[in-house]
């Protein structure tokens, strides 16, 4: 029985050994199976946090009620974990984060600090995005919010990679405007201690600006890489069978010259 078969159409030839036919689609299955496998851990972490995220909203406590020792970076469980702040906005203290973006247009991200009526402590609120697509001399819209309040908001812990632009800043000049927020220089400049991490403001709360950043941030990023890396094998792996079966690559160099 003959494995093998030659079949053209136009210039472009190609000639299959079923049996190689075969482990190649195998392989490629196994590959895309893979990724799609790493795809399905993906979602599962976004489903088991959005049902974390549901669970610490209807359950969520007075930010002064965090034990101290759990103020600290490499905690995980202060991810997304949501808090009730019961005080004012200082807003002549308010810190724009510059060159954040919302759907493609630059602008500022609005830091407020917030005094807690209980113990007088500040806490940092990012309450969103503004434009900053403005004329010149004219300030960005910031929306203060005077008098007691009582908000909901998240708290933020960054990914440990992230990237610290620092900062030149004028401290003279408020609202004061950093490349990226960093607690402890905020800290020296207004001279008091501030809750080490930003709060995030969730939706419909006094002060709430933009909300331009996603309410869930499960560590997805591996499982994606992952998956596009499997993904990649697969294509590779027809690709070259394709090209060691067939005249394609004569085809894509062309003809010889003289």
């Known amino acids: ?36 496998w790493q795809l399905d851990r993906a979602a599962e972490k ?63 991200g609005v830091v407020t600090p917030f005094r807690l009526a209980s113990n007088d402590a500040l806490v940092l609120v990012h309450r969103g995005w503004t434009t900053g697509m403005l004329p010149p001399d004219v300030a960005p819209v910031l929306r203060p919010v005077e008098g007691p309040v009582e908000v909901s908001a998240q708290v933020f812990v960054p990914p440990a990679n992230a990237r610290i632009f620092p900062s030149q800043i004028n401290a003279a000049e408020w609202p004061l405007r950093v490349r990226s927020l960093e607690i402890d220089v905020i800290s020296d400049i207004l001279d008091e201690p501030i809750f080490p ?15 331009h950043w996603p309410a869930v941030n499960p560590d997805v990023n591996q499982n ?23 005249n394609l690559w004569s085809l894509m160099r062309g003809p010889e010259r003289l």
């Not at 000639?15 to 482990?23: Q, S, T, V």
């Not at 909203?57 to 930010?63: D, K, Q, S, T, V």
């Not at 294509?235 to 069978?241: E, G, T």
């Open 1 to 36: 029985m003959d494995l093998s078969k030659t079949y053209q159409l136009g210039s472009f030839e190609i000639r299959i050994n079923w049996h190689i036919a075969g482990c190649v689609a195998i392989t490629a299955i196994t590959f895309a199976n893979l990724g799609l």
């Open 46 to 108: 976004i489903e088991a946090q959005q049902v974390l995220e549901a669970e610490l909203r209807e359950n969520a406590g007075a930010i002064e009620d965090i034990p101290a020792g759990h103020l600290h970076p490499a905690n995980p469980e202060m991810r997304n974990r949501h808090v009730q702040l019961r005080g004012e906005y200082v807003n002549e203290r308010t810190i724009l984060v510059l060159a954040e973006f919302f759907d493609d247009q630059i602008g500022y």
């Open 197 to 211: 991490f930003e709060v995030r403001i969730t939706a419909d709360q006094p002060g709430t600006l933009v909300r």
């Open 224 to 246: 994606l890489s992952y998956a596009i890396q499997w993904f990649s094998f697969g294509l590779l792996i027809v690709f070259i069978a394709l090209l060691a079966s067939s």
